[in-house]
């Protein structure tokens, strides 16, 4: 099956600083991935839908400055958490698409657990 | 906007059969997806139904019905290690998760 991966798994970082983690489809092209937000408990809160040489979409009330998106190949999609601060401390997991393939068939990377002191 | 909501828990001994539900207020989506997530972990997709009515995978089925906006997933013969959360979504152009249920399996 379709997988993809994610990197860091665990990041803790000071306040302030940025962080930038990856999310790679291994064996299949992706135009499309996916960055969530899940906070202990809760469900997955959409955050951005990624397009591969196209300008992400992101969901509202996500701010765009403060989560950067690069997706610069059909196999790596990049989020920079841009002067971290506590309140970003979460739990962010992307997800895949296959290419041409419908929305709903989505594989998810392991996550990158992301700690703010 | 689109809401999905789930029970937020539900428990079960080992053998039994559980339904989670899965309540939605949407419209114009390709079908209703089911996903599994154990703590820490990424979620691992379980059934999809693009149409109404029953879809069986194994010791897990489920079901849509689009005029009720309804759906649930049912587990069968329930093992411990299926204790985990369990988000119903639905498929547009990206993916809404419902607000998960934790299931708790009990020997």
């Known amino acids: 099956g379709a997988v993809v991966s994610q990197h860091p798994s665990r990041v803790i970082c000071k306040s302030g600083t940025s962080v930038k983690i990856e999310c790679r489809s291994l064996d299949f092209q992706a135009t499309t991935m996916f960055w969530y937000r899940q906070f202990p408990k809760k469900s997955l809160m959409l955050m951005a839908t990624?397009?591969?040489?196209?300008?992400?979409?992101?969901e509202q009330g996500v701010e765009k400055d403060k989560f950067l998106i690069n997706h610069a190949s059909l196999t790596l999609s990049t989020l920079t958490v841009t002067s971290a601060h506590p309140e970003d401390s979460s739990f962010y997991i992307c997800s895949a698409s296959l290419a041409g393939g419908p929305s709903d068939t989505q594989y998810f990377g392991p996550g990158t657990r992301l700690t703010v002191l | 906007g689109q809401s999905l909501e789930q029970p937020s828990e539900v428990t079960a001994v080992e053998g039994a059969i559980v339904q989670i539900n899965c309540t939605y207020q949407t419209s114009g989506f390709y079908g209703l997806s089911w996903y599994q997530q154990h703590d820490g972990g990424a979620p691992t997709f379980l059934s999809y139904?693009?149409?109404?009515g029953l879809e069986e995978t194994g010791r897990f089925s489920s079901f849509l019905s689009r005029s009720d906006s309804y759906g649930y997933l049912l587990l069968q013969e329930l093992q411990m290690k299926d204790s985990a959360s369990y988000f119903c979504a639905v498929g547009t152009d990206k993916l809404i998760f419902g607000t998960g249920t934790r299931l708790q399996v009990f020997p």
């Open positions: 139904n693009a149409l109404d």
């Open positions: 990624s397009n591969e040489g196209s300008k992400a979409t992101y």
